[in-house]
T-cell receptor, first 115, second 116 residues
Framework: AQSVAQPEDQVNVAEGNPLTVKCTYS??????LFWYVQYPNRGLQFLLK??????LVKGSYGFEAEFNKSQTSFHLKKPSALVSDSALYFC?????????????FGKGTTLSVSS | DAGVIQSPRHEVTEMGQEVTLRCKPI?????LFWYRQTMMRGLELLIY????????DSGMPEDRFSAKMPNASFSTLKIQPSEPRDSAVYFC??????????????FGPGTRLTVT
């Protein structure tokens, strides 16, 4: 069975500091991994994905994520947080070997960046 | 492309009424998903289609909910009769296929449903 966990409901950081939003996953095969962001009263917006290759993936708005197979993690990072990064962040996973299955989304982590 | 289009953006209805939500996916996408989001339950997958065929409807809460995809460019989610507990934001999303399954999904702006 596929699953994804976001262990923190909320992450608080000061503007200019680095941020990390954590995600761990469980699949029987190899994963496709995704990060999405949701701003208030908006739909989810795709940020970045890991499919294969380089473990460090760069995405929109200066975000990046590192795939760690041994720790089954895909943490979202940004070197310097902006107040405008405050939003709800979702991690999602799909098992490459499970044809036809939908993405499994985590419960979301609220990121709050203070000025 | 205009992205995923949903209508209406807001719907207020009385308990017992029929509600129909509409979605136009991104042209060329193979998959279409319907989600529901509430504060209490978070983001829930209701049903998804591949090439207009329903693949998994196990997330549909009960028989009052039904979804159709008559062609590649249109889908509906219907609630009949509606109840106050159906109040939520309903999202439609679409994606291309990769390795036999859906790839990254693109979400519409959502329909905020309020049932009084």
């Amino acid at each position: 069975a596929q699953s994804v966990a976001q262990p923190e409901d909320q992450v608080n950081v000061a503007e200019g500091n680095p941020l990390t939003v954590k995600c761990t996953y469980s699949v029987s095969g190899n994963p496709y991994l995704f990060w999405y962001v949701q701003y208030p009263n908006r739909g989810l917006q795709f940020l970045l994905k890991y499919i294969t290759g380089d473990n460090l993936v760069k995405g929109s708005y200066g975000f990046e994520a590192e795939f760690n197979k041994s720790q089954t993690s895909f943490h979202l990072k940004k070197p310097s947080a902006l107040v405008s990064d405050s939003a709800l962040y979702f991690c999602a996973v799909r098992d490459k070997n499970q044809a036809g299955t939908a993405l499994i989304f985590g419960k979301g982590t609220t990121l709050s960046v203070s000025s | 492309d205009a992205g995923v289009i949903q209508s209406p953006r807001h719907e207020v209805t009385e308990m017992g009424q029929e509600v129909t939500l509409r979605c136009k996916p991104i042209s060329g996408h193979d998959y279409l998903f319907w989600y529901r989001q509430t504060m209490m339950r978070g983001l829930e997958l209701l049903i998804y289609f591949n090439n207009n065929v329903p693949i998994d409807d196990s997330g549909m809460p009960e028989d009052r909910f039904s979804a159709k995809m008559p062609n590649a460019s249109f889908s509906t989610l219907k609630i009949q009769p509606s109840e106050p507990r159906d109040s939520a934001v309903y999202f439609c999303a679409s994606s291309l296929a990769l390795a036999g399954g859906p790839h990254e999904q693109y979400f519409g702006p959502g329909t905020r449903l309020t049932v009084t």
